[in-house]
């Protein structure tokens, strides 16, 4: 057998082996974290050679889907409840949830020539104010208590209902609201196109993110990496260049 055969069968067999060792896993992750969760994967698959599949939506929606018995093995939520519902109620491997990320408000608008501070602008009545529905939407949550510290208990003049943090900022950006109070990482995602004042973190509660192992018939040996690896910093690097603040 010569040189080059044998080159070629142990490059072969290398090719197997890896394959062999290379597992999918399916990621559920809240909308706000999505781009987020793009670039962390790819840094994943890069490192490990395993797939990742990322399925993504409102965290209640998730949350309602996992519930169901939709096949999620690991789940980004934007909030730490929803995790926790799924532990008391059995869903997760033991040791799950944990704190990934945390979560910051943006003030966002199409209109360059805006001024004033946050205060200053949430208080115009006349603009259309855009945030994510706050019944299922941990950002919503965020946004409504700082508009109800501007405004009052009469939060809900002017508001424009997005289903999603990502559609709340697509309000605005498509000009069907004038400002919005949406995460971050989209703020600063789409910073070449939209202007945004960074919220300060003291005028809402703390938006803590947790990240849920699900119970599985087979736990893949993918997801348990990939859970891990948010700890990691490359993914920790990743998080707060996107504008989010790491848990302590």
Not at 92 to 115: C, F, H, Q
Request: avoid cysteine; charge should be negative.
């Amino acid at each position: 057998m010569t040189f080059r055969i044998l080159l070629l069968l142990s490059g072969l067999v290398a090719t197997l082996s890896t394959a062999a060792q290379s597992e999918e896993a399916t990621v559920a992750v809240a909308t706000n974290f999505l781009s987020t969760a793009r670039d962390i994967s790819a840094a994943f698959m890069n490192e490990t050679g395993h797939e990742v599949i990322l399925v993504h939506g409102s965290t209640g929606k998730l949350y309602a889907q996992i519930v169901a018995g939709a096949p999620y093995d690991v789940f980004l939520s934007a909030d730490a409840d929803r995790p926790a519902r799924l532990a008391s109620g059995g869903f997760l491997v033991e040791g799950s949830p944990k704190p990934y990320a945390v979560g910051r408000l943006a003030l966002v608008y199409n209109d360059a020539s805006m001024t004033g501070s946050i205060q200053d602008i949430l208080s115009r009545q006349d603009l259309r104010v855009a945030v994510a529905d706050p019944a299922v939407a941990p950002y919503g949550r965020a946004a409504r208590s700082v508009i109800e510290t501007v405004r009052g208990s009469d939060w809900r003049n002017g508001i424009v209902l997005g289903e999603s943090v990502a559609q709340a900022f697509a309000f605005v950006a498509t000009g069907n609201a004038d400002i919005g109070l949406v995460a971050l990482s989209l703020a600063i995602e789409h910073a070449d196109r939209i202007a945004f004042h960074e919220v300060p973190a003291t005028f809402h509660e703390t938006i803590r993110q947790d990240a849920a192992l699900m119970i599985r018939r087979e736990v893949s040996g993918a997801a348990h990496a990939f859970y891990e690896f948010l700890d990691l910093p490359t993914a920790v690097e990743i998080m707060t260049e996107a504008g989010y603040g790491v848990p302590p």
